[in-house]
Each structure stands twice: as structure tokens, then as C-alpha cells.
């Protein structure tokens, strides 16, 4: 197994989280640091993306390397019922790093046990999402100035949304707040709330988007309720539109307040939001081409340089 592997924020420490913070900021002030020269990198995509396969792969190209994969499955030969143990030995005959999304939660832990080819995790059903935690911490930290003690608002799709799974274990460094706000149906998991007790990590729950809510937020992380996951329409049907933020709602809500979504919404955020400067969303996504170089890196074991600053906590 590769030690460079990336499937779970958990196989990171908080010193690497930071390193690989302050790298991040260098690939933003130097997008185009042609370091991967000659290496290939494979995007393989069971699953839907716009941002995640589009800025890694604008990542490597901006660093200098190559990429091969596909977005559609259905034209590769897991089709014909190629397994995805043969798929992941095939592919990494030709490449230097997979970087893979799956809807099953473990496929990207099950792809490292079958290659020694690095394996970065894009997504893995409901599970985890370490490369979008990468870009939400950096998010934080250049809209907050610190991760330190900041009251966090998870909104929406608690249950199955795998970017704020990866986002409460990340934070256990930093002592959070949370809030999670959420219908019955669609709560945080116990083993997630399990997780807080055990680091020491406050939280409070909530089925109400209260007033109260909103205005004691540094960061409003709304997410999409995701029709995807759901086995029961009717359910996904009578919870999808639970929770929506409108500019309104905003009026009496911190300065330093943000809202971060990870994208893409449907109607969680009104477009009436868009203009406010509190909205962050956009940027957030921009952000994560420059942690994805950061990770691509990490993962093919390229030293990188970083960007001095105070970014201790
Ligand atoms: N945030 C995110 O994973 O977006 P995509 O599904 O478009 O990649």
C-alpha cells in the first residue's frame, strides 16, 4: 500500500494539514509551477463532477503533467463487467496517481489494497471527501484569518453528505463549535457524534434554521439535500426543500460571517444570496484547484514550496 494515499482526512495530521495548507497558498500566488513534468495521472469517475474531476484535472495540467481517465463509465469496460479491482491494475500500468470517485463508501480504501500506485479519494458514496475538507479548511482560514474557535453551522443533508463527515474530523484540531441543523430524517450519523464526544468537540442540534442560528455563525456551511443517496423518492421528496437561505435571513448576521456550500446547490441557496459579500461559495470552489495541486503533490511525494505566513492554527 502506498503511504501517499489519500482516501480519508484522517490519514493526514494536523502538522501535514497545515503544511499542506500553506502550499495551497503558494499554488494560488504561483498557479502554474511546472513541477509534474513527464508524470500521468489517471481521473477515474464512477460518479458525477463538475468541480472536483475538472479542478484536478486543471491542477495537473497547470503543474505540467498529463491526464487520462473518463467522467462516464458506462464507456469503459466496467460495462461489460470488468470488476473494480481489475480496473484499478489496469490503469495503474499507465499511470502515476489515480485520483477516483465511486458511489460505493470504501471503494477508494479498497482501490489502495489492490495497487501501490497512490490512490487520492474524490468522493466515496457517503463517506468521505478529503480533498474538498483540504479546500474548505483553506477557505476558512482566508475568509476567518485563523481555524481557531469558530462557531461552524452544518445545514441540510447531514446524514449522507460525505464533504461535512470529512469536515467535522478535520476540525477536531481546531476547536469548533458546531451546529448541526437538519430534519429527523437526515441527521448527522451517531458514529459522527460519537466522534465529537470522544475529541472533545462541541456541538449542538437543531431542526430549526433559526434566527439565532444565523447570527452566532462565523461560517454557514449550507449543503444539498442529495437526491442520489436516497433509496425512497417520496422521502427525498418530502425533505428536499427543508432548509433554504435567502438574503433576507442574513440581515442581522456577523460581519465575518461566510457562506460556504461545496456545489453544487439546487435550492438551498437563494440566487438573491449570490451578490452578498458574505457569499463565498464561488471562491471556495476556486480554492480548491490550488489544495488540489497541494495534494497531487503530496501524493506523488514532490516536494513543494511554502508560503510564509502565521498559518499555525
Ligand atoms: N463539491 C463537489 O464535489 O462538486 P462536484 O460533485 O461537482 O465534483
New binding site residues.
Given amino acids: 500500500m502506498n503511504r501517499n494515499n489519500l482516501v480519508s482526512i484522517s490519514d493526514i495530521s494536523k502538522d501535514e494539514i497545515l503544511q499542506l495548507l500553506r502550499q495551497t497558498q503558494y499554488f494560488e500566488q504561483n498557479p502554474n509551477h511546472k513541477i509534474l513534468d513527464g508524470r500521468v495521472v489517471a481521473t477515474l469517475f464512477f460518479e458525477?463532477?463538475?468541480?472536483?474531476?475538472l479542478s484536478f484535472e486543471t491542477a495537473v495540467n497547470r503543474l505540467g503533467g498529463r491526464v487520462i481517465g473518463f467522467s462516464d463509465a458506462s464507456t469503459t469496460s466496467s460495462s461489460k463487467g470488468e470488476t473494480l479491482k481489475d480496473t484499478i491494475k489496469m490503469v495503474s500500468n499507465y499511470v502515476d496517481l489515480i485520483i477516483m470517485r465511486h458511489y460505493l463508501e470504501g471503494a477508494a480504501r479498497y482501490a489502495t489494497e489492490v495497487t501501490d500506485t497512490p490512490i487520492i479519494n474524490a468522493?466515496d458514496g457517503a463517506n468521505q471527501?478529503p480533498s474538498?475538507t483540504m479546500l474548505d479548511l483553506y477557505s476558512i482560514y482566508k475568509t476567518q484569518g485563523r481555524l481557531e474557535n469558530l462557531n461552524i453551522t452544518l445545514v441540510g443533508d447531514l446524514k449522507y453528505g460525505r464533504?461535512v463527515h470529512s469536515l467535522l474530523m478535520a476540525m477536531q484540531y481546531f476547536s469548533p463549535t458546531f451546529r448541526f441543523v437538519a430534519c429527523n430524517e437526515l441527521q448527522m450519523p451517531q458514529e459522527y457524534k460519537a466522534f465529537c464526544d470522544e475529541k472533545g468537540i462541541r456541538y449542538t442540534e437543531h431542526t430549526d434554521f433559526s434566527e439565532e442560528v444565523i447570527n452566532t455563525s462565523d461560517i454557514i456551511y449550507m449543503t444539498r439535500v442529495q437526491r442520489e443517496r436516497f433509496t425512497d423518492i417520496m422521502e427525498y421528496e418530502r425533505v428536499k426543500n427543508l432548509y433554504n437561505l435567502h438574503n433576507s435571513m442574513l440581515d442581522r448576521s456577523r460581519d465575518n460571517l461566510r457562506i460556504l456550500h461545496?456545489?453544487?446547490r439546487v435550492t438551498e441557496i437563494a440566487l438573491d444570496v449570490d451578490d452578498n459579500p458574505k457569499a463565498y461559495y464561488f471562491q471556495q470552489a476556486q480554492n480548491g484547484l490550488y489544495a488540489r495541486q497541494a495534494l497531487i503533490c503530496r501524493a506523488l511525494g514532490i516536494e513543494v514550496p511554502e508560503a510564509a505566513n502565521d498559518m499555525n492554527a
Fill in positions: 458525477p463532477s463538475t468541480r472536483t474531476r468522493g471527501h474538498q464533504t461545496p456545489l453544487p
